[in-house]
Each structure stands twice: as C-alpha cells, then as structure tokens.
C-alpha cells in the first residue's frame, strides 16, 4: 500500500533528450518519473514519430524540450496523443550561439537549425540555469515539494562544480587548440574550455562534403597545423580515417548526449568520458596553448 502511494505521489514527466531526461531526474528525484522520447543511438533529429512516443506525451504533465527547431517531429507527437502537458522550452533560460542563422524553409534537411546552434548542453555551465528553469516547472506543478527539489539541485550542483574543477584542468594544458569537427555539435564545449574549432568536415550540417570542400579542408588543416578531429560515434568513419590518413591528425570521438555510449552513464559522466578521451588525443598530438591565449 505504501509502495502504491508513493507510485501514485510521483510526477510523470517526459525529455525530450536523455541529457535532459537525467537534468530532471537530478533535480526531481524520487518526487519525478521522467523518461527520454528518444534513443541518444539514433538520429536525434528525426522528423518521424513512434507509438511509445504518443503514448508517454499523453500521460505526462510536464515537457522539457530542446527548442531551437531541434525537435521537428515534437509538434506531430503532441497532436497525436492529444496532449497539453506544461511545456517547458529551456533554450530560453540559456545564451544561444548561431542565433543569426536566417529563417530555412522546411525541408528535407533536419540537421540545419534555423534559430542557433541547439547543442547548448555540451557547456556544462548551462546546467545551472536549465536546472533552476527545471525546478520552477516542478515546483509550480507541486508547490509542496519546491524544498526537496531546491536540496536535490544543490546537490547535483555540488557535483557539477566538483567536476567543473577536474575538467578544467585537465584541458588547461590545450587551451587555444584548433579542433576539426565533424558535425557542429561542438561550439559549446569548445567555448567554455578554451578551444578553437577550425572547420567542419561537414560544409552543410547533416549533408556529405564535396570533394572540393574536403580539399580545402585538407589543405587548410595541413597550412595551419590542426592535427585533432572530433567525430561522433559511427559518423561517417570512413571519411573521417580518410581525412586522418591525409593530415596526420587523430581522432578524438566524442559522445553527444547521455547514453549514447554505455560509460556516458550521466551528466556528469558524459563530460568526464569526453574531457578524458580528448585530452588523451590532444596529449598525444603534442597540442600546447600559446601563453597569450586567454582564459
């Protein structure tokens, strides 16, 4: 009976990512069932919608979204499952880059955003702001919880500080770094830990390059001495080894999002597993920061 209760007590919320799906339950704890609408394993962009989909919108009372167009099947899943949960955009509450990026028209091209780049979680200091959004949204829906929900972020931000502390200085050696990346998933992450993205295998987000831009990237990777490539796990491994083999450069794969690899297990985790892996490849390469870089 006790077990039912507290069952019943619990607030069903749904992500649309799980790197949000874990910033709810880091906040709501056991007050929260929250579950991810997508697989981090797949295309995260995907403009289709699957029953589970329909099925946890219409139950939930709470939405936590990316925004920035990052969810073009969202709209569908909602009418489907005829639901009106609160819906909480938190790419409000968080400095968007790219955001001059002109309106796109719809098409067949789901990897181009039309209001800034939406890879904001990947700057762990954006945790803070869109767990405090997260919190409010909670609390306005259980106000008498509104206390364990303020000591559950506290204690989530304990954490983030502690691992804000070992990322940056493990990546203090490599600051001024130029990265090549693969897909533009990485401008956030570069920004708060003093890295420079020097160019995108991808000239078109989402869209293979043509052998003339691959060229100049070659060229210029070779000119400029860019000896790092950040891929993602199974983009385009072929291209990418191609790419390595004719600049001498390494490939640093990083994870995107929370469960996209089995040691990406948490937020927290996420950052530890990419911090780690990319300055074993920037180690490794004999990358160094000029002294003048700013910090």
Known sequence: MIAAVLVAATLSVAATTTDLRDLVAAVGGDRVRVESLTDPRQEPHARGIVPRQVTLLASVALLV???????????????????????????????????DVPRLAADARPHLHAFGNPHYWLDPENARPITARILDALATIRPADRAVFEANRARFLARLDAGLTRWRARLAPFAGARLVVVHDTWPYFARRFGLAIAGAVEETPGVPPSPAHLGRLIERMRSAGVRTIVAEPGAA?????????????????LVPSVGAEPAATDYIALFDLNVERLAGVLGAVGVGAPASVPR
């Open 65 to 99: 979204r990316v925004g920035l167009d990052h969810e073009p099947w969202l709209p569908r899943a909602l009418a489907a499952a005829g639901a009106a949960p609160q819906d909480v955009d938190v790419s409000r509450v968080v400095a968007v880059l790219e955001p």
């Open 237 to 253: 491994p072929a291209l990418v080894r191609r790419l390595a083999d004719a600049t001498g450069a390494r490939v640093a794969t």
